[in-house]
């Protein structure tokens, strides 16, 4: 008969079986309300974060975009800053050159108002006189540097300006580069999304970088920069204004100055030719009183040869009477008589002789003054030829330089104007 073999094991009660089965069924649904309960947070901090990061992400993107909007606003101030800056630069720029052009422009009444006075420098004798033309050259020259100084002056300003503007240029640029920089990184930045391929970790991110700013640190960098930019710029369009002005006055002074000495030369050119003309005249008499004299010399000396004559007639009758024989040798009418003549002719004979002296020394008198006379008129002369070829040398000023022609020879001290008070004048003196 077969034995039934026992295996030895632990045995458990029932009450534990349940018990166990309990415990299991219990735990399971335990872990199951903990498994839900964290489902439901997992799922509410799902949606939390995912609606955090979407607002997140979306409010940066806003931040980004305004920004890209401010940054681009700066931009466009600048872009517009820095066309009217260079537009000033260029308007300054085009009235330096205009002020150096009249500053060059002045050196030809300058040359002209020296050449004036060197050639009357050739003045001879009393006519080297310090008269009103000379005053107004002296005026004129004065007048030329005074201006020269102001526009030298007003050109060292505008090139110093020109460097102020040139560097707050470069500050701009700078700054609107800068701009343009981060316009690009910023619309970059906006651009990229979740799907981008090049976005990737960064190591330490969430890091200051050195040299940061603050906004309003950067909001004063670029308003200071505008605002100095403006500043220069309405300093300029002053200075511009100014140098038109300093132009315009100069260049009425100078020619109300050029007007001024341009009338005293021919108010002096008038009052020589008219006392050229009484000279002339007075020449004229004297040369004509001279030959007069000249006359009456000759009819003198002729007076005197034959009031000689008759005083040798005289004598001889005397002498020949001398000779009468005895009582015959009387003093008769004719002896008294004949001595009378003699007495008369010799008192005529020297008031004759008297008077042809003092015709003679009268006569060397009128000489002397004439070649005085005549000296003085060559003087005149040349002084009148001498402001004349002023006056043709002062057409420069008024004439193009292309149209110029000289109206005067210097070598042959000739004139192509119908000068007549010149024309005795320059053939004496040719």
Same mark, same amino acid.
């Given at each position: 008969m077969a034995t039934l073999s026992v295996k030895p094991s632990q045995r458990f009660q029932l009450q534990e079986w349940h018990t166990n089965s309990y415990l299991l069924s219990t735990n399971a649904e335990r872990q199951r309300d903990a498994s839900h309960q964290i489902r439901q947070e997992a799922r509410i901090l799902r949606n939390e974060t995912n609606n955090q990061t979407i607002w997140d992400e979306r409010d940066n993107r806003t931040r980004l975009a305004e920004r890209v909007d401010t940054v681009n606003r700066w931009k466009e101030m600048l872009d517009k800053c820095l066309t009217d800056l260079d537009a000033e630069i260029d308007a300054l720029t085009q009235m330096k050159e205009l002020a150096e052009q009249n500053l060059q422009a002045k050196n030809l009444p300058l040359d002209v108002a020296i050449q004036c006075l060197t050639l009357r420098d050739s003045r001879r004798d009393i006519d080297v006189v310090k008269d009103p033309v000379e005053e107004e050259l002296h005026k004129e020259v004065e007048t030329i540097e005074a201006t020269r100084r102001a526009l030298q002056q007003k050109i060292g300003q505008t090139f110093e300006k020109l460097c102020v503007l040139q560097d707050v240029r470069q500050q701009l640029n700078s700054d609107h580069r800068g701009k343009m920089e981060t316009l690009d990184i910023d619309r970059g930045c906006l651009s990229l999304n979740l799907k981008s391929p090049n976005i990737s970790l960064k190591i330490n991110p969430t890091r200051v970088p050195d040299g940061s700013t603050a906004l309003q640190e950067w909001d004063e960098f670029s308003r200071f920069n505008k605002n100095r930019a403006e500043a220069e710029m309405k300093e300029a369009a002053d200075l511009r204004e100014a140098i038109a002005l300093t132009i315009a006055e100069t260049n009425n002074e100078l020619e109300a100055q050029r007007v001024a000495t341009e009338f005293a030369f021919r108010k002096r050119l008038r009052e020589m030719e008219k006392l050229y003309s009484e000279l002339k005249w007075q020449e004229k008499n004297t040369l004509q009183e001279i030959a007069d004299l000249q006359e009456d010399i000759r009819h003198l000396e002729e007076d005197l040869r034959r009031k000689?004559? &008759?005083?040798? #007639?005289?004598?001889t009758r005397l002498e020949s009477r001398t000779y009468r024989p005895n009582v015959e040798l009387c003093r008769d009418q004719a002896q008294y008589g004949l001595t009378d003549e003699v007495h008369q002719l010799e008192a005529t004979i020297a008031a004759l002789r008297q008077k042809l002296a003092q015709a003679q020394n009268a006569l060397d008198a009128l000489f002397k003054h004439l070649a005085r006379l005549q000296?003085?008129?060559a003087c005149k002369a040349n002084s009148m030829l001498l402001d004349t070829k002023c006056m043709d040398t002062r057409r420069k000023l008024t004439v193009p330089a292309e149209k110029f022609v000289p109206e005067v020879d210097t070598f042959?001290?000739?004139? &192509?104007?119908? #000068?007549?008070?010149?024309k005795s004048c320059q053939l004496q003196l040719a």
């Open positions: 000689f004559l &008759n005083l040798k #007639l005289c004598h000296a003085d008129i042959n001290r000739t004139t &192509n104007r119908t #000068l007549s008070p010149l």
